[in-house]
């Protein structure tokens, strides 16, 4: 992709009928995309599959590229939402209990739809602006789960650090499960393992993994 193709929608939607319409483009991207893949989802198919001229999609995006930068900060926005939810409900649970809910949580968006989440994340262009959004995404995370962590007084000397670890490793080692496996293991086994590795990370007594 050229350094000087643009990358960002080309308009904001203001009113209801106008985020509707990006919604709708945004959904068929989505469905395009899984379908055909990446290179033959193009901007014709998913103006079609959203119902939309061509014209009316230009008008809020320039090019594929810019509908797959939007596509994924809406997927990992998503994502934010979820896990920020869990976080704040988390108080009554162990800490052992917060990471298995934890790592279901991210392994659970990764297997929704792992095609597209293949295409956003390996196989599209990765212009700054999707790098910037993933960043923002863990350091959300990251410090949401920092402060739980603080709250818990557990005898680690550096929450963030360990937060900022605990959040890069479950999402890679999740991305990898989900779109290639680890040694034949199911999705149940595979919680059950990382759980393992993050509870022992932090110190924390060794989960009941039933």
Known sequence: ?????????????????????????????????EARGYAAGTTNRIAARAGVSIGSLYEYFPNKDAIVVALAERELEREREEILELLQGSARDSLAGLLRRFVETVVGFHTRSPALHRILFEEAQHPPETHACVLRFEETLAHALADDLRRRRLRIPDADLAAHLIVQTTESLAHR??????????????????????????????????
């Open 1 to 33: 992709m050229s350094p000087s193709r643009p990358t960002s929608a080309r308009k904001r939607p203001s009113q209801a009928r106008s985020q509707v319409t990006v919604e709708a483009i945004l959904d068929a991207a989505a469905q395009v995309f």
């Open 177 to 210: 499960f989900v779109l290639r496996g680890i040694h034949e293991l199911d999705q149940v086994a595979f919680v059950d393992e990382v759980t393992r590795l993050l509870a022992r990370y932090l110190g924390a007594r060794r989960p009941s993994l039933g």
